[in-house]
């Protein structure tokens, strides 16, 4: 496994630029900071400058009207370890053996041979990097400062700072993740539960209501301290030296969407702001929507090329910016793996139009045990005590199978809910797409050398209950 890239990089599209990792890069003359703001488990549609009309974010909405947002960036996994894994090393958590969630901790599990992750590279470029957790008393908050990797480095890839040494330290890499819109919610009431909207998979019910209102309530949390971030960025002098970066590492904390490929667990926010003392890329303008297929792989070797960097051999992102930019993706691939003790192998693709997943475990339910979600998810119970009520309609009941189809085809565009599922369609055009993203995934599955094909030894998965 340590040879893994180099046994597949050459069948892998536009990954070979040829930085060698033994061959450090010149530092670049003047290369902009990089504030990179990481939220948890949150989808675009929560926000209001997506779309959202049951709340305001108007510092993430004045954000994206600065920069550039992304309507369809899409992390390739839907749990926290196993895409942050992906996203900060710029390839897929299957190739790397980082697919199943919380996995190899404490075992010495590294990288393989050439595999870095971005902290790394951009100090090759003289950057200084650090993944800041406490923040001055003003703020009045802290941050996690969390990874979350499914892998052991060999040195530490993050240097301790305080936020008031920033100015010292450019260029500089900062990264703060924040804890809202992660279980256990908050709920400071300020959303009404009456007022929400739910989505018609979920049941109209008060348990609903009330958790997803408390959801909503982390979401303006969230926006509020972004908001303290990007003013006190400016105080001290550096907004307009600093490219900003929002996302979050996956889909949001909902039954049917984080541990699950639908479009809410792997649809994710994406926000580009570009300083004013560094010439923007063409791709990148205030005010603009981007829709292009973007992976959150995709963020290593784009943010590598911003600092002057070119893209290591092998890493399987894509550099979407500038006039290195690589051609646009067809598709955004996505993978569920182990998440704690619960076992299930899913790989799914998409296109600009329609949304294709297989289910390699469909014997199992959907609502198999967990522990995790059956005690901080509440809507996760009321299904089944509804199901059992007959008191769900169809989409809704689909939860609650004994087991799961094997195939799931969706067209996003007529279905951006996915609950008709058009696998068994006789209707040309939707047999025609399912055939298409079949061979699609089946091709990604074996030119990414896919490690989820093996699955951890029974003795492993059963330790693996976590209790949050």
Known sequence: MRSLLSSFAATLVCCSVGLNAAEPAEPSARTPNILWLIAEDLCP?????????????????QLASEGTRYTRAY???????????????GMYQT????????????DGYALPAGVKVIPEWLQQAGYFSTNLSQLPASF????????????????????????AELPAR?????????????????DSGKVDPRKVTLPPYYPDHP???????????DVLELDRKVGVILKELNTAGLADDTIVIFMADHGEAQVRAKQFLYEEGLNIPLIIRWPKNFPAPSQITPGTVDDRLIEAIDLAPTLLNSAGL???????????????????????FGARDRCDETVFRMRTVRDERYRYIHNFTPQVPFLQANYYKEHFYPVWNLLKQLHAQGRLTPAQDALCQPSMPKEELYDLDTDPFEIHNLAESDK???????????????????ETQDQGRVFETPQVISSQTVKH
């Open 310 to 332: 070119p893209k290591p051999d092998g890493m399987q992102g894509r550099n979407f910016l500038g006039a290195q930019a690589e051609a646009a993706r067809q598709f955004a």
């Open 95 to 106: 190739s790397i053996g980082a697919q199943n969630h919380r996995s190899h901790r404490g």
């Open 45 to 61: 549609s929560s926000l209001s400058c997506y779309g959202n009309k049951d709340i305001s974010t108007p510092h993430l909405d």
């Open 170 to 186: 450019s260029p500089f890499l900062a990264q703060l993740n924040f804890t809202e819109t992660h279980r256990p919610l908050h």
């Open 207 to 217: 348990i609903t209501r009330q958790d997803w209102a408390a959801f909503l309530d």
């Open 140 to 163: 009045g908050f802290n941050v996690t400062a969390k990874t979350d990797w499914n892998f052991t480095l060999s040195a530490p890839a993050f240097q301790p700072c305080e936020w």
């Open 75 to 89: 992390t390739t996994a839907p749990v926290c370890s196993s895409s942050r894994s992906a996203f900060n090393t």
């Open 428 to 446: 040309p055009e939707h047999r025609a797409a399912l055939h298409k993203l079949r061979t699609a995934l089946d091709q990604w599955i074996e």
